[in-house]
């Protein structure tokens, strides 16, 4: 019994054969009917034995948009592209793919088709390479592929592939390249590579015969601000000695450049200053709170940072490829952790920063606890002596830190969003100095919530006001401590976590921020977050400040201490003082 | 007013520091002493000089110093530029012909040609050592007028002596001070024209430590037990006391302040020459603490104290160092912690506690262990109502 679905399909499978054959023929004649196709050019300029028509093969490439162009002419200037020899008379173009076998042999690929390279019988051919004659190029022709690729990549699909070809072919000053840029200009659509364009055009008109033409082009750099043309006004400048009227506008032209960068300059230190200030605000305001509204100094501040820090790392460990801690159990063998990690990688592995965040506040949060309860609960009122034994905590966390993730410093993988930068007006904002900048904002103003709008604060300032008269009413003074510190603490383990998107994390990570957190709080007050703030933002401009016009980093740090030093003679409490009738304070 | 040394504190002192500058050394020229012992043992003498510097100013003025390391290594850095310019022709550049003027290789290294002319005097020994007090001395001044005048005191007077030191260390880290940046000074030859390899040499700077330590002791014992120290221990206990008073606490401290620092460079200027070394490594922030723990756990508010502290915690160091380097840093700071918590007067308050127990219990253990009992009796609270002298 024949199934009634069979009789239909036959018609069908004859003209589904039918378009399959009319496909593959088409498929077959497109590139016999037009031009070669790029490998096919390319091919074909390997074998032309003519100097001037190899050229012109190669130029004829211009305006097509095979991927394989750049690398095949790469290949050729590397003499990794060979010519097999099938006889007498003729010769193919073939390149050789990675993997040697035992004889040395390679398969061979050819340059034309893109294909394996085979032989009568159809099976692939394997060459050795030393066998065989690498094809030829000459400086002129390497001239030649090197315009074509130039103009190659100006219409390039990337746009800032397309800007970053338009910017090195307008410093270059080849001036024969400027009918394509011309061309380019009016079909262009994208806004900074048309600004891109212009300037390249303006650049090579600079070089110009005509008076007029280079007197507009320094007229239009001189408008743009183009910093990068600035040498080449100058150039410029010494070269028109005979032309007063050009000089003059290229001067006018340099000016404004020399202007356009002092403002950039100037909203570059200030933006830089902004985000150090931001960093020196987020790790001191934990220190600021346990100093300020406890009165204790803890010099293990710096250490619970790291803590933060290396909660970061492990986090990021958990959602990428696992981590490996060795806990040190004192004088016996280390107990080796490894957790297996979650093998994440894109987006995923991004959204680790933001469950690393609330985990260092935690931990460091619980350092903090153990610490208070342990340590420092002893020690209230005896600020120095506080100093001192969280000096020792602090050699001790340090060591805890080398033994269990070792001595060097531990890569921390920022993510995307953290990553990249804005370039406004010249002025790089790199997303991480942003991002921690809004982050201070966000810990400063949810810290100020916390003391002035919730319970838990009024109890903190109760506490720190009068701790015998909150006592009296009836406030758990011990457990405000160790919320206090915990807090404070917290906040230390924040800080880490952005701190390890911009710097190192090691063991001895704290230690790099704890002498200028320390300044931070004394400038700013005892007990006043206000004056934190302006204290941190201050410092960090007038660093940033001092580098830019000393150009030596160092002298101006040398000289913010200094200067903190004269400072805290006008205002030995700092910017702001709180006020009290005890003598002692 | 009486004097507070005992007949016997004086006979011990004397034979110990008889031993130190007289026995030691002989030991070591009979040969019964090692070398290299005699050569640890100036180091640790050079630590108690720090040490004590410290406690003249923690233990007995109360004003944590974090910046004695600053002290110690300028000395250290004043008499290295005489050793430094005293290699002369043994330096490696000179040997292969590329120094003719005789500069420091590390000079020579960054491409000098001529001496700075600050460094010019430094040939001169005498002119070294006295700068070796009179730089840090100076730096002493300054820094302590402008700090005392606006009365910081406490935690913020840490603080700075710290941001100082950082500073100071950020500075001395640079090549173009050409104070040897990094790397410091090292490789010196000679001290005086004799050679800093001979062991005669080596004992030469032991014996002047032990005699420059047994000096500063006896000094600043002395300097403790006169006025001058009663109202340095004023000051300590309550400073606003002092001032409503009619004493001026600030030039107090900026007395014992500069002294303090004269001493701690003192010590640098003699270790620099025992160990070979001098490099901006030695100003960081954990060797100022390093200084105050050993001052803690010898026992503060002694002259003897801090001594014992260095020579301990820095004995104990070196075996640790080799034993359980993982852990050391580990026991160095849970030692601290305890010590701060629950042992404020150190070793030497502990063996005096010992000892009261044993042998004079009717004393009150917790009293100030400088003023030896025996001459006061005990007070006793029905003083109260008597009439007052």
Not at chain 1, 347 to 373: H, Q, T, W
Request: proline residues 4%; positive net charge; glycine residues 8%.
């Amino acid at each position: 019994m024949t199934s009634p679905s069979t009789l239909p399909t036959k018609p069908l499978r004859a003209s589904l054969r039918l378009l399959a054959w009319a496909i593959c023929s088409l498929l077959a004649v497109i590139p016999l009917r037009g031009a070669d196709t790029a490998r096919q050019t390319i091919a074909k300029a390997i074998l032309e034995e003519d100097g001037d028509k190899k050229t012109a093969l190669i130029n004829s490439l211009v305006g097509q948009t095979d991927e394989s162009i750049p690398v095949l002419l790469a290949t050729w200037k590397a003499d990794a592209i060979f010519l097999y020899k099938i006889d007498d008379d003729h010769k193919v173009p073939v390149t050789l793919l990675e993997g040697k076998d035992a004889d040395d042999k390679q398969a061979a690929v050819r340059v034309d088709d893109g294909k394996p390279l085979v032989d009568q019988d159809g099976k692939p051919v394997r060459l050795v390479a030393s066998d065989l004659d690498a094809a030829e190029h000459d400086s002129n022709l390497r001239a030649t592929m090197k315009g074509v690729l130039d103009l190659l990549s100006l219409t390039d699909p990337n746009p800032d592939k397309r800007m970053q070809a338009i910017v090195t072919l307008g410093m270059s000053q080849e001036t024969e390249k400027l009918p394509q840029l011309l061309k380019l200009q009016q079909t262009e659509k994208e806004g900074k590579v048309k600004r891109a364009l212009s300037e390249a055009v303006a650049l090579m008109q600079l070089k110009d015969e005509n008076p007029e033409v280079q007197i507009a082009a320094a007229k239009a750099l001189g408008e743009m601000g183009s910093i990068p043309s600035r040498d080449f006004l100058k150039q410029l400048i010494a070269d028109s000695a005979g032309k007063p009227e050009v000089v003059k506008a290229a001067k006018v032209a340099e000016a404004a450049i020399a202007s356009h960068l002092t403002t950039v300059n100037a909203i570059g230190t200030a933006f830089r200053g902004l985000s150090l200030g931001s960093i020196l605000l987020v790790a001191a305001l934990g220190l600021a709170i346990t100093f300020g509204l406890m009165g204790v100094i803890n010099m293990a501040h710096g250490e619970l940072i790291a803590v933060g820090a290396y909660t970061t790392y492990v986090i990021q460990g958990l959602f990428a490829t696992g981590v490996v801690m060795q806990i040190p159990t004192f004088f016996f063998q280390p107990i080796t952790l490894r957790f297996s990690g979650m093998n994440l990688s894109g987006n995923k592995l991004d959204a680790y920063f933001l469950v690393a965040l609330p985990m260092s506040f935690l931990v460091a949060a619980l350092v903090g606890i153990l610490l208070e309860r342990c340590v420092i609960r002893f020690l209230y009122r005896r600020p120095l002596e506080s100093l001192l034994a969280t000096w020792g905590v602090s050699l001790v966390l340090q060591q805890m830190f080398r033994l269990t993730f070792g001595a060097n410093n531990v890569q921390v993988y920022s993510p995307a969003y953290l990553s990249g930068n804005w370039t406004v007006f010249d002025v790089i904002l790199g997303w991480n100095r942003v991002f921690v900048i809004c982050f201070a904002i966000f810990i400063i103003i949810g810290t100020h919530l916390l003391l002035t709008k919730t319970p838990v604060g009024l109890l903190i300032r109760a506490v720190t006001q009068n701790r015998q008269m909150a006592a009296c009413m009836g406030v758990k003074t011990q457990q405000v401590n160790m919320l206090t510190f915990a807090f404070g603490a917290g906040l230390a383990g924040l800080a880490g976590a952005f701190l390890s998107q911009i710097g190192n994390v090691g063991p001895s990570l704290g230690q790099d921020y704890i002498v200028n957190a320390f300044m931070t709080v004394v400038v700013g007050g005892v007990g006043n977050l206000l004056g934190t703030v302006i204290s941190a933002l201050g410092i960090g401009l007038i660093d940033q400040s001092l580098q830019q016009i000393l150009l030596n980093p160092v002298l101006g740090k040398i000289l913010v201490l200094v200067g903190i030093i004269l400072f805290l003679q006008w205002r030995p409490a700092g910017i702001f003082v709180t006020k009290s009738r005890s003598l002692e304070g | 007013m009486k004097r507070n040394i005992s007949k016997i504190e004086l006979a011990v002192a004397t034979i110990i520091a008889l031993f130190l500058v007289v026995g030691f050394p002989l030991l070591n020229a009979s040969g019964m002493v090692a070398d290299y012992t005699i050569n640890v043992w100036g180091k640790y003498l050079c630590y108690g000089l720090l040490a004590i510097s410290v406690d003249l100013l923690w233990g007995y003025t109360g004003l944590l110093s974090l910046g004695q390391a600053l002290f110690f290594s300028l000395g250290g850095y004043m008499l290295g530029m005489n050793l430094m310019l005293m290699i002369g022709q043994d330096g490696q550049y000179y040997k292969s012909g590329n120094n003719p003027n005789l500069l420091p290789d590390f000079m020579v290294f960054l491409g000098h040609t001529f001496l700075p002319s600050f460094w010019r005097p430094f040939y001169s020994f005498p002119f070294a050592v006295m700068m070796v007090v009179a730089i840090p001395g100076l730096l002493a001044l300054i820094f302590g007028f402008f700090a005392f005048r606006s009365r910081i005191k406490g935690v913020y007077f840490s603080i700075l002596t710290q941001a100082l030191t950082y500073a100071a260390y950020i500075f001395l880290l640079q090549n173009d001070v050409t104070m040897g940046g990094n790397n410091g000074f090292t490789d010196f030859k000679r001290i005086l024209g004799y050679n800093l390899r001979e062991p005669a040499t080596q004992r030469g700077l032991y014996i002047a430590t032990a005699a420059v330590l047994v000096g500063v002791y006896a000094f600043s014992r002395w300097l403790t037990t006169t006025k001058f120290g009663l109202v340095q221990r004023a000051i300590r206990d309550s400073e606003t006391r002092v001032l409503f008073s009619g004493y001026a606490a600030a030039n107090y401290k900026l007395f014992i302040f500069v002294i303090a620092s004269s001493v701690a460079a003192l010590g640098g200027a003699l270790y620099v020459p025992q160990v070979g070394i001098i490099n901006p490594g030695e100003l960081a922030t954990d060797k100022s603490l390093e200084a105050v723990v050993w001052c803690a756990v010898g026992g503060r508010g002694t002259i003897i104290g801090p001594i014992i502290g260095a020579i301990f915690v820095n004995r104990l160091k070196s075996w640790a160092t080799t034993s359980y380097p993982d852990y050391w840093l580990i026991i160095l700071g849970v030692m601290f912690i305890l010590i701060v918590l629950f042992l404020p007067k150190g070793i030497y308050g502990l063996v005096l506690q010992v000892w009261n127990f044993l042998f004079k219990p009717k004393l009150d253990p917790t009293r100030d262990i400088v003023a030896v009992p025996e001459a006061e009796p005990t007070p006793v609270p029905e003083t109260v109502g008597t009439p007052s002298k």
